[in-house]
């Protein structure tokens, strides 16, 4: 029972993000993209590790500017 309770009192402890609604068409694009890349051997999700990199430093040079 103890178990049962330490369990409940964390879970309402824990707070769930938000869940942001995606644009109209999100998935179909990230479906495609996502095909793209496996059908030239890529991993999706380097290829978008990449480009969130490529987003920061720009947002981080052009700060500077």
């Known amino acids: ?11 309402s402890a824990t ?3 938000p869940v942001v609604p995606r644009p109209k068409g999100f998935k179909e694009r990230e479906d495609a ?3 793209m890349m496996q059908q030239h051997n ?3 999700f380097d290829w978008l590790d ?3 990199k ?5 947002f981080t040079i052009n700060q500077y500017k």
């Open 1 to 11: 029972m103890s178990e049962q309770h330490g369990h409940e009192q964390h879970k």
């Open 15 to 17: 707070k769930k993000k």
């Open 33 to 35: 993209v996502k095909n």
């Open 42 to 44: 890529k991993n999706y």
């Open 50 to 52: 990449e480009q969130h």
């Open 54 to 58: 490529e987003k920061l430093l720009d």
